[in-house]
C-alpha cells in the first residue's frame, strides 16, 4: 500500500462524471448528513485511517468471516472486505426507501400466493402464463403448499441502486433464501468497534432487532397446534458461497445448524436425527435452493436434501420458511411488471420504480431487447440458470451475435434491462478515498401484520472502474450502511418479543452429525498436539545429537525415532528399509511429518481434519475459535509455502530454528483451541463428544509412546535418555523429576504415564475422564447398557487388574511382553470403543440411490414377466 | 367395458435395504370418458407412513415411506375402471380446421392449453419436429384429420424396438433412429404436435391384456403404455395411440397425465442402502371382467 497523499483523507475527492455521489454535490460540497462524520475522519487522519482498515480485516478474519468462491476444490474461501467508510443515508431517504421495500414485499407476497394457489394472475393475463410456466423455479410439486399465518413470503431481500437523478431503483429480489443479512451484522459489528466513538457520535439506527423480528417470523411460521416449536436452519454445508452466513445466523438465533442428512422424515413428520434418536422440527429456516430440498418430489440428484419433505409440507406438519416454491419470485420477467401489479393488486403506485426491463416473451419487448443490444444487459429469465447477467455493451460483436441468436430462439427465456451505472460514494482505497458506485442489498421480514425491514443493510462498491459489475463473485468490497436515527430510536415496542425463552426447546437436541464431527474435533486436535510435542521432542534431540556419530545419543535417536514413525503410523519412515538414509540426515521426514497434508499422520493432515470438522461445528463455537484456527492456519502455510525454508533445512541438514519456531506456535494455538473447549464451550452433549474424541486419542498415543520406546530393554545410559525423552514428550518431565529426583527408569516412567490417576497425560487419567463422558452421553438410553459401555467396563477392569510394576519385568532376550500385551490390548480396546460410539450414537446414513425406473414396457414383447437387472 | 387392472413392481436387492421412499402414480381417476370403481395401492413390506395427493395436473399420487428392512419390494396396485364412456371420436371440436395455439393467440383464461404448449423436461419444440409434422396439418386440415395423418406416420415410420433406447434417450436422437418403444413414440407425437403450436399431453396407463376375439393382441400390452392426449378446447381431451395407430378408446385405462413421462412415472422412488445390485420385475394384467 502506497502512502497517502496528504493527511486530510478527502482531500482529493472529486465525484465520478456526471452522476449522483453520495457524499458530494454536483457543486463539490460535502452533503449535510455526510459532514460531522467526514470531519471524524478528517480529524482522525490518512493514516490512522489505514491503520484501522488494517484493524478491520484483522477483525473480520478473526470471526472467520469468508465469502467461497467456486466450489469443492481445495479451500477457495476468500477473506471478507469491508470499507472503513459506511454508506450513510439520512432517515427520512431511508423510510422512504423502507416503505418502498415493505411495498414491494406485501405485493410479491401476492403474487406468491396466486401463483402457488389460483393462478388468477396467470388466467387473466396479467402476468403471461409463459413468464412463469417456462421458468424452472416454479415448481408444480409444490402446488398448494401454504405456510400458516397471514403471510407466504417471510424473508425478503432487494438490490437498489441510485440512478443518476438521485431516485432510487430496485435491481432485483431475493426470495429463494436471501443472504448476506448476517454480513451486514457482522459488518456493523466490526465497523462499530474500530470506530467506536464515531459510531456513538452518529447516532446510528440499530440493526439487531432484525434478528428477533426473524425469530418472531420463524415462531409464527409453525404449523397450526405446535405451541413450542422447535427450529433448525437448513444449510447446504460449509462449502457453500455463503456458509458463514449459515452459521452466523444459526448463532445468532440459537437454533441448530442441520444439513439435509440430519433430517429425517418418520410418519409423515420432518425431524433431527440426534445422538439420542429422533425429534420433532417443525420450521425449517431454509438455506437451500427448492430443487435440492427433496430427491423424492424435487431433484433426484440431490443429496443435500430431504425425501419426503414436500409431502411434509403439504400435510402441513412442518413449515419451509421461504417455502419451496419462492423461488420463482426471482423471475427476472415479474420486475417488468411491478408497476401493473401493484396497481392491479394493491390499487396503488409502485413507491419504488425498477430499473426498466422488457421481457423478452412480449413481440414488443423482444423487438426493443433486439434492437438494442449492444446498450442493454440481459439476464436469464430464471435464477435457476447458472449464467449471470450479460453485460452487452461489454461483449464482442460474435458474442453479441450469438446472443441474438439464442434469444430468437427462446425469446421467453430472456430479459433485457437499462443499464445502470449507480451512483457513487466513497471508499477508502491505497491511493486515498476514491468515489466508486454502490449496489445496496436490505431485508425485510414478516410480521406485524406486514414487513419489518432492516434498517441498513449490506452495501457492496466495484472493485474497480466505474462501470464494473459489482457482485462478491467478481471481489467487490462491502460497506456497512448508516441509517442516521431520528428521535424515535426506542423502536421496541414494534419488535414483537417475550419468544425468547421458547426458542431453547430446539438447542437441547444436538445432530448426530455435530455429534460426529465435535468427537473428531476432539481427536484431531489432541493429535495434532501430540505429533507437535514428539517432533519438537525429537528435534531437540537432534540438534543435541547433531555432532555425535556414536553413543547412547546417536542410540537413543533411533528408537525415539522409530517410536515417531509408529506413533504416527507414518510407515516405512524410520523403520522402513531406507531407515539407515534417514537416521543420517532425518530433516527431510522430520520436515514432511509436519507440512505433508496429504499424508495421514502428519501435522498438517491432523490440523486440515481438525479445520474441516470445525467448519461443520462453527455454529456451536465461540468465536475466539477463529482467532486461534486463523494463526494455526497461517503457521502451516508459511512453512508449507516459503520453500527456502525448506530448501535450507535440508541442506544444512540441520534441524532449523524455523522449523522450530513453527512448531512452538503451533502448539500455542493447539493449547489455545484446548483452553477455548475448556473455558468458554457449554458442559452440553456436544462437548462430552468433543471430550471423549480427545481423551480416546489421548490415551492411544500415550499407550502407544510407552509401548514402542520402552518395549524393549537398552542399555542403562540410552534407556535413561529415552525416557527422558518420552517424558518430554509425555508432558510429564517436571513432575518425574521432583517425584523420582534426578533419575527416572522404565518402571516410574510405566508408572507415571499409564498408571497415575493423578496425572493429567496419564493413561489412567485419559480412562476414568473417558468414563466420565460416556456415562454423560449414555444416559438418555432407555434400552440397557450399550456396547461402547461394555467396552469401557471391559477396560476399566483391565486397568484396575494390571500390576504396573511387572510391566517393566525383561524376558531372557530383553523384551518386555506384558508392557507389550498390556499396550496392545489397550490400543485394540480404545478404537473398538471410537467404533461402536460411531455406531451407536452417530447413525450414519447408508447411501442414496434412486430406484430404478420402471420402464417395463422397454422389455422384450410377448413376455408375461421380463426382468432387468440393473446397478443400484 | 370394465376391467380388472393388476400391476406388479418388484425390486429384488443383494443388500438389504434401510428405508425406501416411493411415489406411486398408479391411482386411476374418474378422466377421460372413465369411471373407477375401486383402486388401491399395496406395499411389501408395508409402509410406514403413506399419505395420497393430487398433483398439479390433477393426477392422485401415493408417497409411501418403507421402514422395515428389506431385500425385496413389491409394489401392487390393483383397480377396477369402467371404461365404456371413453371417447371414441373426436366430436364437432375436432372437425374445425387446425389453428395454432401459441402464446399470442391462446386463451389465458385456458391455462391448460398453453400448459401444454410449452417446452417440458423431455421433450422440447424444434423446426425439425415442426417439419415432421407439418405435412399432416396444411392449411384448412381438420384438427381430428391432421392428428389421425400424424399418428399413422409415426406408427409407419417408427420401428417398435425395446432395445434402442433408454429412459433418458433424447428426442433429437429417437428422430435419427426412428426407432423406440411407446414412450419415445408419445413424446415424438406431443413435439411434433406443440412445435406446431398446438397443445399435447403424455398418458399413462394400461392397455387390455387379451383382446375380444377376432381382434389382434395391441403393442404394449403387459406393461404399462403410454400415449398422447389432444386437446380440443373447452376443457376437453381426446387419447390418440401412435404406437398402435388408433384411437385411446375403450381397450384403454388412464393411470396419469402430465407434460412428458417424467411428469408421471408409475413409480419413482429413492432407497437408502449400502447394495450395490438391483433386479427389477414388473407385469401388468388387464383382465376384462
Known sequence: MTALPTTDPIAGYHPLGDGHDEMMNAGGTIREHWSELMDAYRTLGAGELTRRQGEIQRLLEQDGVTYNVGGDDGRPDRPWTLDPIPFVLPNEEWSAIERGMIQRAELLDLVLTDLYGERRLLRSGIVPPEMILSDPQFFRACDRITLPGDKQLVVFGIDIARAADGSWLALGHRAQAPSGAAYALENRRVLSRVFPHIFRQTGVQRLAPFVQALRSALLAAAPIGVEDPSIVILSPGSLSETAFEHASIAAQLGYPLVQGSDLELRRGRIGLRTVSGWVPVHVILRRVDAGFCDPLALRPDSTLGIPGLVDACRAGTVSVVNTLGSGILENAGLASLMSSLSRHLLGSDLLLDSVPSWWCGEPVG??????????????????????????????????????????????????????????????????????????????????????????????????????????????????????????????????????????????????????????????????????????????????????????????????VLESLTRVTGTYPGFVGDDAAALFADPTGELFSLVVDERRPGTVAHAVRHLFDALDVVRDRLSVDTWLVVGSLQRELERLERDGVVRDAVVRDGDVDDAMTSVLSEMLQGLLSLSGLANESMVRDLGWQFMEAGRRIERAIHVATLVGTTLGTQRSAPVESLVVESVLIAGESIITSRRRYRSRAFASTTIELLLADAGNPRSLQFQIDRLADSLALIGTDRADGPTATAALLGELTRLLASTNFVH??????????????????????????????????SFNRLHWQHAMVGPIDHRQSLGATESTVGSSV | MIYE?????????????????????????????????????????????????????????????????????????????????????????????????????????????????????????????????????????????????????????????????????????????????????????????????????????????????????????????????????????????????????????????????????????????????????????????
Open chain 1, 366 to 559: 423482444r423487438s426493443h431487447v433486439l434492437a438494442n443490444l449492444g446498450s442493454l444487459v440481459v439476464r436469464p429469465l430464471s435464477r435457476v440458470s447458472l449464467e449471470y447477467s450479460i453485460d452487452t455493451a461489454r461483449i464482442s460483436t460474435a458474442e453479441l451475435d450469438e446472443l441474438r441468436r439464442r434469444i430468437e430462439a427462446h425469446p421467453d427465456q430472456w430479459v433485457g434491462q437499462q443499464r445502470l451505472t449507480p451512483g457513487s460514494t466513497p471508499v477508502l482505497n491505497a491511493d486515498g478515498v476514491e468515489p466508486r458506485p454502490a449496489v445496496l442489498r436490505s431485508f425485510a421480514v414478516a410480521g406485524g401484520g406486514s414487513y419489518i425491514a432492516l434498517h441498513g443493510g449490506l452495501g457492496r462498491t466495484a472493485s474497480g472502474e466505474a462501470d464494473a459489475p459489482i457482485t462478491n463473485r467478481t471481489g467487490a468490497s462491502s460497506k456497512d450502511i448508516w441509517v442516521l436515527g431520528s428521535e424515535s430510536q426506542s423502536q421496541f415496542e414494534f419488535w414483537p418479543s417475550g419468544d425468547a425463552m421458547a426458542a431453547h426447546a430446539s438447542t437441547d437436541a444436538l445432530p448426530a452429525r455435530a455429534a460426529e464431527h465435535l468427537f473428531w474435533l476432539g481427536r484431531y486436535a489432541e493429535r495434532a498436539e501430540a505429533t507437535v510435542r514428539l517432533i519438537r521432542t525429537v528435534t531437540a534431540r537432534c540438534d543435541e545429537f547433531v555432532n555425535t556419530a556414536t553413543g547412547p545419543g546417536p542410540a537413543s535417536l533411533t528408537v
Open chain 1, 807 to 840: 510391566l517393566a519385568d525383561i524376558d531372557e532376550v530383553g523384551h518386555r511382553p506384558g508392557l507389550e500385551s498390556f499396550v496392545g490390548t489397550v490400543r485394540a480396546k480404545l478404537a473398538a470403543i471410537s467404533n461402536a460410539i460411531a455406531l451407536e
Open chain 2, 5 to 289: 387392472v393388476l400391476h406388479t413392481t418388484r425390486y429384488d436387492y443383494d443388500a438389504p435395504v434401510e428405508t425406501s421412499f416411493a411415489e406411486v402414480r398408479q391411482l386411476p381417476d374418474d378422466v377421460d370418458g372413465q369411471v373407477c370403481v375401486r383402486r388401491q395401492v399395496t406395499t411389501d413390506p408395508s409402509s410406514d407412513y403413506e399419505r395420497d395427493h393430487r398433483d398439479y395436473f390433477g393426477n392422485l399420487a401415493r408417497t409411501a415411506v418403507i421402514r422395515e428392512p428389506h431385500t425385496r419390494l413389491v409394489v401392487t396396485s390393483s383397480s377396477l375402471i369402467d371404461t365404456s364412456g371413453r371417447p371414441t371420436e373426436f366430436g364437432a371440436d375436432g372437425q374445425q380446421p387446425w389453428r395454432s395455439y401459441t402464446a399470442a393467440e391462446a386463451d389465458p383464461e385456458d391455462l391448460d392449453a398453453i400448459e401444454f404448449s410449452l417446452d417440458s423436461a423431455l421433450v422440447t419444440r424444434s423446426a425439425q419436429l415442426a417439419d415432421y409434422a407439418r405435412p399432416s396439418f396444411a392449411d384448412g386440415v381438420s384438427l381430428a384429420d391432421g392428428v389421425l395423418s400424424l399418428c399413422a406416420r409415426i406408427h409407419a415410420d417408427f420401428e417398435f424396438d425395446a432395445e434402442a433406447t433408454q429412459v433418458d434417450t433424447h428426442l433429437a436422437d429417437v428422430m435419427k433412429m426412428r426407432k423406440g418403444v411407446c414412450q419415445d413414440f408419445a413424446h415424438v407425437m406431443v413435439g411434433s404436435l406443440r412445435s406446431l403450436g398446438l397443445p399435447a399431453c403424455y398418458v399413462s396407463g394400461y392397455l387390455e391384456t387379451e383382446p375380444p376375439p377376432g381382434r389382434p393382441r395391441l403393442t404394449g400390452v403387459d406393461r404399462t403404455h403410454a400415449w398422447v392426449g389432444i386437446y380440443l378446447g373447452n376443457g376437453r381431451w381426446i387419447g390418440v395411440d401412435p404406437t398402435n395407430n388408433q384411437l385411446a378408446g375403450p381397450r384403454y385405462v388412464t393411470a396419469a397425465r402430465g407434460r412428458d413421462y417424467s411428469d408421471v412415472p408409475p413409480l419413482k422412488g429413492l432407497i437408502f442402502t449400502d447394495a450395490e445390485e438391483s433386479r427389477l420385475t414388473v407385469s401388468v394384467d388387464v383382465a376384462a371382467q
